[in-house]
């Protein structure tokens, strides 16, 4: 995609005209500075800029906005560069990183809300929510880099969702910087405003594409007073739904994680991970995280999960389980859990899928999906792991312990199609919580309809006729 539709001479009196805006210390050219902006966070793509911007403030965000718009220059947002479908990748014009915008505007404990600028880092934000006793739920591995401004534009998912619902449901206002600079200021703090379109859902989600989220107000929730944690092995995913069917009516609203992973996950956690251990004496096939969160101190919360546990286990649902005495043996459960995600990059050659199903059928989707790619390559060790009580899975693929990783890396496509129609024709999605950004608009293009593609480009055009904001992202040509 071309960088943009007019003259060096042209483009570069703009760029003049930005530093002005906002400063020597707000913008740079360097191609050393420029390359953390350009380059995406696993190095599997690199795209170019004509210089990086970092406004202090959203009204400088609107002045540079309104340059660009006006010599038809690309504006590609920037927050923490954690995103995993090239979201944030530039193909010219700038870069406008919300960094410099990071301050907490307001917290109110008895309204449970949060206003924030969108550079906030969110894991600071689930501090400054725990410091007045109250809970942001947002929660993913890439919270202590990741800026609340990306997780509101990509709908970010994470360990909660089962609770408290993806980031669209934690948001109650927004503040946007439109494609001409005008500022939406919409940061209302209400639960209930029934008066026409809610405009703030057409931004949560868009990848920077309809315009550029500056602020928000977030939902808080009462903290938990007590955590209690376990893990429970099984023979197969199956045995694990009806796990996840008995607790999610026994325990209801306390349920706030139910994660899954297979052997394969958890031996590479154990081989390539300092500090990981198994929790059980012997292998299993397939492993359940599960935690419920109370509002209460005593021990109804243990009482009931070790209940759910110890039927299951009479009943031959599951084959082993262990329950967490301490937050220290908490954190090291969830530490087998996170450290998936970080072996597989370690390691390299990883081909990726974010899908969703029906949760009723998680276990039909693995069993399809592992015939399907092992009929494809017989020695390709599945990665499977993910949020399956919301039915969104990571079925990852790693190379053949005797196969070079860039070789595997160049069945990326094929894979690809392979699990993603197995997910659709299951009812399910082929991006569950990592969005489309780049990479995946040829999957929207087979698999949305003809009338949501429409209306994505409809909505597009009115609010970017000019195609400025994060072109060539989630919308196929």
Known sequence: MAANIFPMSDTQSVLDAIRNVVGPSGCTTEPTDVEAYITEQRGLWRGECDMVVSPASTEEIAAV??????????????????????????????????????????IDPADFTMTVESGCILADLQSAADAVDRLFPLS?????????????????????????????????????????????NGLRRLRKDNTGYDLKQ?????????????????????????????????????????LFSRANASVGVMMTAFEFANRVSVQGAIDLIDGISDPFEVPHPVYALIE????????SARDALETVLGEAFEEGIITDATVAQSESQAAGLWRIREAIPEWTKLQ??????????????????????????????????????????????????SYPVDMDAAAFMEYWAKFNAIVHEIAVDMGGSFSAE??????????????????????????????DPNNIMNPGKIIPD
């Open 65 to 106: 906005v309104r340059l660009c718009a006006d010599a038809g220059i690309p504006v590609v947002a920037h927050g923490g560069n954690t995103g995993l479908v090239g979201g944030g990748l530039p193909h010219g014009g700038i870069v406008l990183s919300t960094a410099r915008i990071n301050r907490i505007l307001d």
């Open 202 to 242: 057409l931004f949560i989600g868009s990848e920077g594409t309809l315009g550029i989220i500056t602020g928000a107000v977030l939902k808080l929730f009462p903290r938990p007073v007590r955590r209690e944690t376990a893990m429970a092995a099984s023979t197969d995913v199956a045995s694990l739904l009806e």
């Open 434 to 463: 990592h969005g489309i950004g780049e990479i995946k608009r040829g999957d929207v293009a087979k698999f949305k309809s003809l009338v949501e593609v429409h209306l994505m480009r409809t909505l597009k055009q009115a609010l």
């Open 348 to 397: 390299g050659g990883s081909i990726k899928h974010d899908v969703s199903v029906p949760v009723s059928r998680v276990a039909e989707f693995i069993d399809r999906a592992t015939a399907a790619v092992e009929m494809e390559m017989a020695a390709v060790r599945i990665v499977a792991f993910g949020h399956l009580g919301d039915g969104n899975i990571h079925f990852n693929l």
């Open 292 to 299: 419920l969160s109370s509002p209460n101190p005593d021990e």
């Open 140 to 184: 993913l591995g890439a919270e202590g880099s990741c800026r609340i401004g990306g997780n509101i534009a990509t709908n970010a998912g994470g360990i909660q969702v089962l609770r408290y619902g993806n980031t669209r449901d934690l948001i109650l206002g927004l503040e946007v910087v439109l494609a001409d600079g005008t500022i939406w």
